[in-house]
């Protein structure tokens, strides 16, 4: 009676549905998803028991286990002495997200001017003047139609990568935080400036502070975009990285490893993300 | 104290003596580009002299140019003709001449209730690097203690000090905004429209206030307002402005009056039949002819027919 009445107060508009409900129905999907798999999988398999498209619960563990543990093929075998723990380091898996994680962080790092040069537009009107518009055309840009130019500039390694992330994502960052700093009210530079700011302390001390929360969570808005970028240039030109191991493995119908490297890319962007969030919280208090 | 010593310490920020400090408007239109082509005149040639400890409240309907003429005065917006100038130096820019407290957005939403009285100051104590030194940490005690003094005279408690505007009330904000803009001792003190958004009883407790800290310091005060009582009761002079008709060659200011000043509590004053008088003389003259389309005339020789208290000082 109780849970019909829970069930029932979800559809309330005004309901205040009970922590150990919404708890539960937020892994509702996490869990329909997963039965819906198996239930295919297994129903392919009976029909097929050689089938690589869906494999099986076990075959996924097997999978993780490999990607995990075994060294990519291209490098030199362990030792037959070695360690889990060389094992796991020397790992596909570990190998991978450490030359992915690399090149997503440098990116991430060359995007903070990005944030700089938009608090600028917005609150300097010569730097608006000269930069608003270039930055309105080359946003327009689809970034994936420079990546033969990146190749021939910056080679076929790192860099290439990095800076087609960089263009990708930096002019929406540019002009969301020009917006953002845009929609500061005019009373709070105003008053600023009767406070004995000087032009520094308006746009870093009152402007950059106040749009610091909304610029993280377009910093994590863009998390996927980031990803979709380097994805990009992992797939089409690249010795290691996730989305390299799965372009490798989509060639031999691998999706034992690929499926497993979704669900890590996933969970890894999930969990920055949620640090990302975590941390706005804790540095501003007040948003 | 504390100021005191950061005007010593800060040479070349020195706040301006109060005594020297006026506004001055001199023949003031302001034109506005409309959207679809042509121009529309808010001011126009408006002269205005406003002396060294002067509160005058701005009074006047929607779209008379309050608002603009507070923002010229502050260094926002420029006139298309004539000149503006406070303490004899015309306006340029914004600056810390002018205190301000707007309606909205007073407070800097990322600093708690301290830090946003404190911001001011510090700014004008030293810059950036100067808060790496000793002196300045010593500076910020002192000034501390001088801001939460003046935060409880405003009515708030020391648990206040530490939380972030959102977590107070409009009225509250208010307070804080005022003493925000009251400790930097600013010679001229601006406020547009500040006590309109909040609840009858705050806003009364607030005047009161007002007209306390302004008695104590006498700053020059320009205070725009569309509410008569509380221009009446706060200022020792009302500027009465009309929207400019277009091809009228005459000036916005409909009435310049002074205001008999007394002692007396403000809520008392806001009984007296003196008081209520005035508040309708000013509304007959001020806005019944301009709400048929009339425009006054010589409503300035009405004003002053006016009978003061006998008790008034001015």
């Known amino acids: 009676m109780s849970a019909m009445s829970g069930l029932l107060e979800l559809a309330d508009i005004q309901g205040r549905p009970k922590r150990v409900w919404t708890q539960t129905l937020s892994w509702v999907l996490f869990a329909l998803g997963v039965a819906v798999y198996l239930q295919f999988s297994i129903a392919r398999h009976r029909e097929n028991p050689d089938d690589r498209v869906m494999p099986t619960g076990a075959q996924l563990m097997a999978g993780i286990h490999s990607a995990v543990m075994d060294q990519p093929e291209e490098d030199d075998p362990l030792e037959d002495g070695a360690s889990t723990w ?202 | 104290m504390v100021l005191r010593a950061m005007e010593r310490r800060t040479k070349t920020r020195v706040m301006p003596k109060q005594a020297e400090t006026e506004i001055t408007l001199r023949d003031v239109t302001v034109r506005y580009k409309m959207a679809g082509g042509g121009t529309k005149t808010v001011l126009h040639r408006l002269n205005a002299e406003i002396r060294a400890g002067e509160f005058v409240a701005v009074l006047g309907e929607t779209g008379c140019g309050k608002s603009t003429l507070l923002r010229m005065v502050l260094g926002q917006e420029f006139p298309s003709d004539g000149a503006v100038t406070v303490d004899g130096k015309p306006v340029t820019r914004i600056d810390a001449r002018c205190g301000y407290v707007p309606q909205k957005y007073a407070l800097f939403p990322d600093r708690t209730v301290m830090q946003n009285v404190l911001y001011g100051p510090e700014n004008a104590f030293c810059g950036w690097m100067g808060r790496l030194l000793p002196r300045f940490w010593r500076f910020r005690r002192e000034l501390r203690a001088e801001a939460a003094q003046l935060l409880l005279r405003m009515g708030l408690k020391a648990a206040d000090f530490g939380k972030y505007p959102m977590q107070l009330s409009g009225g509250m904000q208010q307070r804080v905004a005022i003493a925000q803009a009251l400790l930097m001792r600013p010679p001229v003190l601006l406020m547009d429209e500040a006590f309109s958004a909040l609840d009858p009883l705050t806003r009364s407790s607030l005047q009161q206030q007002m007209k306390d800290l302004w008695m104590e310091t006498k700053p020059t005060v320009l205070f725009v307002t569309h509410n008569t009582s509380e221009a009446l009761l706060l200022a020792t002079r009302v500027l009465v402005l009309k929207p400019h008709v277009e091809g009228e060659t005459e000036s916005n200011v409909l009435m310049d009056m002074q205001v008999p000043h007394t002692n007396e509590p403000l809520a008392v004053r806001k009984r007296t039949r003196e008081f209520e008088q005035l508040r309708e003389h000013v509304k007959q003259c001020a806005f019944r002819e301009t709400e048929t389309g009339l425009i006054a005339g010589a409503t300035t020789a009405q004003v002053q027919e006016m009978p003061r208290r006998g008790d008034a000082a001015e």
Do not use: C
Not at chain 1, 112 to 126: D, K, Q, R, S, Y
Not at chain 1, 212 to 225: C, G
């Open chain 1, 86 to 287: 060389q094992r796991v380091t020397h790992g596909m898996l570990w190998k991978d997200t450490v030359a992915s994680g690399e090149r997503f962080g440098i990116s991430l790092l060359l995007l903070a001017p990005a944030i700089l040069l938009g608090l600028h537009m917005a609150v300097f009107p010569l730097a608006e003047s000269v930069f608003l518009r270039f930055f309105l055309f080359f946003d327009k840009i689809v970034a994936l139609s420079l990546l033969p130019i990146l190749f021939i500039v910056f080679g076929i390694d790192q860099w290439s990568k990095i800076m087609l992330m960089v263009i990708g994502v930096g002019p929406t960052l540019v002009l969301d935080t020009y917006n953002l700093a845009k929609a500061v009210p005019r009373e709070q530079v105003v008053k600023a400036f009767t406070l004995k700011s000087s032009n520094l302390d308006v746009a870093y001390r009152v402007v950059l502070k106040q749009i610091f929360p909304q610029v993280l969570n377009s910093v994590r808005l863009n998390l996927k975009p980031l990803a979709l970028f380097l994805f990009a240039g992992e797939m089409i030109a690249s010795t290691d990285g996730l989305a390299y191991r799965i372009a490798l493995m989509r060639r031999h119908m691998g999706m034992d490893i690929i499926l497993p490297y979704l669900l890590w890319v996933a969970l890894l962007l999930f969990v920055l993300d949620g640090a990302l969030r975590l941390a706005n919280r804790r540095l501003n208090p007040w948003y």
